[in-house]
């Protein structure tokens, strides 16, 4: 049978899975509130929020409970560190696409803009890196964890480049402003999303080979291995 502490550590890792997969739909819901496409009612999101801060309490919980009464080490440490790291990304991850749904339904006349500076391609990359995000912390591939650096670095780039792009909209057409500046907001949370997706796989790294690593270094360890 197993003990109870590998009950705990099981819980703990099925209740991230839940937390994670919440937000991966939170996501998803504000790609479709941005590109116009139908979305849930605002009661189910909120729902769906209200869940993700629930789990992120019992996240915290689990892993008081554990270091109260178990002495974890090695690898067990590791992924009990890692687990209270994630879910906090995650949590910071629900709050931003529920910012990016309600800014959303305010831009008017945004889907010129959206045609015109190919936002719905960065809006879907940022959805794929959200579900690679979880799909490492399950497998702990660092085959995933590479991919999601350099999507990460795919969409800091991209975002730079079509922030530049709106200004300079803004700037020859000032009917533009007001919806541009919204849809600058939008992106910057889009980034952000990408961003935290990338310290979860910084945490999956380390829970594996106990090294911290930034993901601007990871290419380079990886060429020289």
């Known amino acids: 049978m197993a003990s109870h502490f590998q009950i705990e550590l099981e819980k703990l890792k099925n209740v991230i899975q839940k937390i994670g997969l919440l937000a991966e739909n939170q996501v998803g819901e504000s790609v479709r509130a941005l590109l116009s496409e139908p979305v849930s009612e605002g009661k189910e999101v909120k729902k769906i929020e209200n869940k993700i801060d629930k789990l992120d309490v019992k996240i915290d919980e689990i892993c008081q409970s554990i270091f109260a009464l178990q002495q974890p080490v090695a690898s067990d440490l590791r992924f009990i560190m890692s687990a209270m790291q994630i879910s906090n990304e995650i949590e910071r991850i629900g709050d931003l696409a529920i910012s990016i749904i309600k800014k959303s339904k305010n831009i008017k006349d945004k889907h010129d803009l959206i045609v015109k500076f190919n936002i719905a391609d960065l ?59 919204n849809l600058v907001i939008v992106l910057k949370h889009l980034e952000r999303i990408s961003e935290h997706c990338t310290n979860i796989a910084e945490y999956v790294y380390f829970m594996i080979n106990a090294k911290i690593i930034k993901h601007e270094k990871f290419d380079g360890k990886k060429s020289d291995s």
């Open 123 to 181: 809006a879907r990359k940022v959805e794929i890196v959200t579900i690679k995000a979880n799909e490492c912390f399950l497998t702990r591939g660092e085959n995933t964890i590479g991919e999601i650096f350099i999507l990460n670095n795919t969409i800091k780039n991209e975002t730079e480049d079509t922030i530049h792009d709106i200004i300079n909209e803004m700037k020859s057409n000032s009917k533009t402003v007001v919806s541009g500046t």
